[in-house]
């Protein structure tokens, strides 16, 4: 690896540009400005999105977690994330391009990106982030039955979070005087993240053009719950696709209420078909001989 030292004119220009960055922020962009040495830009890039942030946002970031999104999580608006971008180029003599920049969405986004960018990798490919709106045009399930208030889908897993308001119709009797969530909504909000992710993933194990009105519930098992969970409780959910092969998929499912489990599926099972406008092609994987396999017809 070629080193160059930095004059005392850049170095001078290089501290001024970071003097509002937390402790380390400096030496990381010398050290790599002179070495180009990749491992560096973590420290970097987090100490300079650290420099815009309010001080109560600051303990987030550096809480460990990869999915703390940029907007909603760290208050970081359009324009601020453009002086965060143009203090980067400058501390790492690099270039980013303003439409691949607009689609990050969480620090785990920003991070692999801008590593991409220095090393001359490919841009890693984004999971697809959806709002309720969206969620709400794609899936079949509609309020006051839809359980999921944003998601983002990738090629293997989709993660979404619901918020337990208090006002959901299934608390009204379940119980007398001790709202609590009945651990079959707790399973369908699962379910209804893994139909997500067969209408929104671009994975290639997932056939093109799953049609929405042919995803149906066929089983679940292994089913164990960890925590009552009552109104406050913010949902993360994740659910995972083990195998697939038509007419069937099968996910494995988590739900945490902050560091706390409190459900979790073993196999999450859905029958799916695809649109008859566009005929449903399988993986290559999942062909056995050339032959179409039976549909799933339920009792």
Do not use: W
């Not at 962009?29 to 560096?40: D, G, Q, T």
């Not at 990869?66 to 208050?75: A, Y």
């Not at 785990?108 to 001359?120: C, F, L, N, P």
């Not at 337990?164 to 119709?169: A, L, T």
């Amino acid at each position: 690896m070629a080193t160059v030292t930095l004059s005392p004119e850049d170095t001078l220009k290089l501290k001024e540009s970071l003097k509002r960055c937390p402790e380390g922020t400096f030496e990381a962009a010398v050290e790599y400005r002179e070495n180009s040495n990749p491992k560096l830009i973590p420290v970097i890039v987090s100490g300079i999105i650290e420099r815009f942030l309010e001080p109560e946002a600051k303990p987030l970031l550096h809480s460990g977690k990869t999915d703390i999104r940029l907007f909603e999580d760290l208050g970081i608006d359009s324009l601020t994330m453009m002086e965060i971008v143009i203090l980067v180029e400058e501390t790492l003599n690099i270039s980013f391009d303003n439409n691949e920049l607009r689609e990050l969405r969480t620090f785990e986004d920003i991070q692999a990106y801008m590593d991409s960018k220095a090393t001359g990798s490919p841009t890693p490919k984004r999971a697809a982030s959806l709002g309720f709106e969206e969620i709400a045009s794609v899936l079949p399930q509609q309020p006051p039955f839809l359980f999921l208030n944003r998601a983002t889908v990738g090629e293997e897993t989709a993660k979404g979070e619901y918020r337990v308001d208090g006002g959901e119709f299934f608390l009204e009797g379940h119980f007398k005087n001790n709202p609590v969530v009945p651990a079959s909504i707790m399973i369908e909000a699962l379910g209804q993240l893994a139909v997500l992710f067969l209408l929104k993933s671009e994975g290639k194990q997932v056939p093109p053009s799953v049609f929405s009105e042919t995803v149906f519930f066929k089983s679940c098992d292994g089913v164990r719950c960890h925590r009552i969970c009552r109104p406050g409780d913010l949902f993360t959910m994740e659910v995972k696709l083990k195998r697939i092969r038509r007419p069937i998929a099968i996910f494995e499912g988590l739900i945490t209420v902050g560091n706390e489990k409190a459900a979790f599926a073993e196999e999450i099972a859905l029958a799916f078909d695809c649109a008859k406008e566009k005929p449903c092609e399988e993986p290559a994987a999942a062909k056995v001989n050339g032959s179409a396999h039976a549909s799933v017809h339920s009792s």
